[in-house]
RNA sequence: GUCCCCAUCGUCUAGCCUGGCCUAGGACGUCGGCCUUUCAAGCCGGCAACACGGGUUCGAAUCCCGUUGGGGACACCA
């Protein structure tokens, strides 16, 4: 049994698409169930649409997510020499002619044979001529196959029967000496030793086109896998007019890489009922047969629940990680809290404190993403607390103000926090005060945590730590007279 | 226009290959309830689908044909 070579084969036109995430995932799941290898390659023959800063973001994406690639990253535009070389063999193959028909030519005349309803492909003029390239500037065409049929058995999609007349000589160097997808992509599939070429569904009509030139190059077809597409709430093909498409931007907006990837995987792939996988699960439980054949609506809430899912379920220090950026940029820096945790300027190393894992897991019930972690996170960074006013307003009251110092009084009695004794003593207050435990509890979680919602009163004591929990309810009973 | 792919709740899907176990299961969302010091979480329950029409068969979501609908491809883009 030869080994497992797939590949993941970007273009670096823009920023690392959801729908590309998918397909690599499909491929590197494969690889890595079957202990093969994973090769990643930059399409960028295009030298006017691809960028510098688009392979970065691809490489940058790849390893946010985590797929981590074996061979590579090879660059097209590094191989020329290859595209070239194998393009003049099909030339004296008698495979490949060369065309002078000028672009725009090929442009006027295609609208024109639309307008009179005819298939669009190339009439084959030069077919026959026996052109050579003394100007410079013709292009290659392949001498595609006319008659019989060619037949694909796709992992996915099972038997396709394309017929051969409906195919046309596709250019596969262009005039300026640049090879085209359609063949750059077959040399390289075929150098590469790729076993199974999985892409989106996009390409299968590329298939019959390139599968020949295998065959002229007298190189054996791989096996093709062809992922149904990823759709709009319009069904209409995912673009950025449906929200966020770069993986990045999931990111930035506090999404988990390994939410996104369950998340990513269950659209078009399913092992019965379950939803959460871990990664070892996804590599052992993989399976094309599984892979569903239409495509998929990209559902934002559905996405949303498994972060949820993550963020409530992952080691909390793993999510206290993630969270370093996060807690950065929303300006938490220059707190005690943040300077204390060691590492968080370099956040590949180290560990966060047993006090910010804490504050995950006491929080985290209650967030879907890290942006929503931090607004819970926030009150417990820094000496004082800001309130919010409404909050203030309706609850650190003149009236409350005696009661809540009454607390403030019997917890200064305790040398330290214990969560049972200062529960115990709060109860017995407010028994004694014959008020029901939410009159009291509300004033003082605004004035601990400035808002009306939080965990646990006593979990926030615990997280902010005797000293801070009496200083702020001073400041709430400060504030109770203001108001 | 031509070619190709696809079709189960609003959405992701199980079931389809190997017809009866399907009065079609799960999940998201949604609605209602329970729990409760707040907000959540959690738990319980409700609503909700085999696109349509023909066959084949004792029996079809499952097999076959057609229709309709959706998507994709037809570049010196990838």
Redesign the pocket.
């Known amino acids: 049994m030869t080994q497992v070579r797939v590949r993941f084969a970007p ?1 670096p036109t823009g920023l690392l698409h959801i729908g590309g995430v998918r397909t690599a995932l499909f491929n590197w799941l494969f690889a890595r169930q079957q202990k093969g290898v994973f090769v990643l390659r930059i ?1 960028d ?2 030298q006017s ?1 691809s960028t510098d800063e688009s392979i970065q973001a691809i490489i940058e994406g790849m390893k946010w997510v985590g797929l981590d690639w074996d061979e590579g990253p090879y660059r097209q535009t590094e191989r020329m020499d290859l595209y070239r070389s194998h393009a003049m063999q099909l030339l004296e193959k008698g495979r490949a002619y060369w065309c002078a ?3 725009e030519e ?1 442009d006027a005349r ?1 609208k024109e044979a ?1 307008a009179k ?6 009439d084959g003029r030069c077919r026959d001529r026996g052109l050579t390239n003394q100007a410079g500037d013709a ?1 290659l065409r392949f001498k595609a196959p006319q008659e019989g049929e060619t037949v694909v058995d796709d992992l996915i ?2 038997k ?4 051969n007349n ?1 195919q ?1 000589d596709l ?1 596969i160097l ?3 000496g ?1 090879p ?3 063949f750059s992509v077959v040399v390289d599939d075929a150098l590469m030793n790729i076993t199974h070429v999985v892409r989106g ?6 298939t019959p086109r390139q599968v020949p030139i295998f065959q002229a190059l007298g190189f054996p077809v791989p096996q093709f896998g062809h992922l149904p ?1 990823i ?1 709009g709430s319009d ?3 995912l673009s950025k007019r449906h929200g966020a498409t770069s993986i990045m931007a999931y990111k930035d907006m506090g999404y988990l890489p390994d939410a996104m990837v369950n998340y990513l995987v ?3 792939w ?1 092992h ?2 379950q ?1 959460l996988f871990t990664r070892q699960e996804l590599i052992e439980k993989f399976s094309w047969k ?1 892979v ?6 990209f ?1 934002p ?2 996405l949303l ?1 498994v972060n949820e899912q993550y963020i ?1 379920k992952s080691d909390p220090k793993q999510v206290a990680m993630l969270l370093w950026p996060h807690l950065k940029q929303a300006g938490l820096e220059d707190t005690e809290e943040y300077k204390k945790e060691p590492l968080a300027s370099a956040l590949q190393y180290g560990e966060p404190t047993e006090w910010l894992v804490n504050l995950v897991v006491m929080v985290r ?2 967030t879907k993403t890290l942006l929503e972690t931090v607004h819970w996170v926030r009150p417990y960074f820094g000496q004082t607390v800001t309130f919010e006013d409404e909050a203030a307003k309706k609850f650190l009251t003149p009236a409350i103000a005696p009661i809540v110092g009454k607390l403030l009084t019997r917890f200064e009695a305790f040398p330290a926090f214990s969560k049972q004794q200062w529960e115990g003593a709060f109860k017995q207050l407010v028994e004694e005060e014959g008020v029901k ?2 009159q009291l ?2 004033p003082v ?1 605004v004035a601990l945590t400035g808002r ?7 979990d926030v004591m615990e997280v902010l730590g005797r000293d801070r929990t009496l200083f702020r309810l001073r400041q709430g009973i400060e504030r109770a007279f203001h108001t």
């Open positions: 273009s399409e023959t295009d649409r028909c000028k672009a090929l295609r639309e309803g005819l298939s669009p492909k190339y292009a999609k099972g396709i029967v394309f017929d409906v046309d250019i262009r005039s300026n640049y085209t997808y359609n569904d996009d390409h299968l009509t590329n597409m759709l069904k209409a093909r269950r659209l078009g399913s019965g009922d939803e599984n569903q054949t239409s495509a998929a609506v559902n809430e559905k629940w409530k019930e209650r435990m939410g509890a509300q979680r009306t919602a939080s965990p646990g009163l006593f």
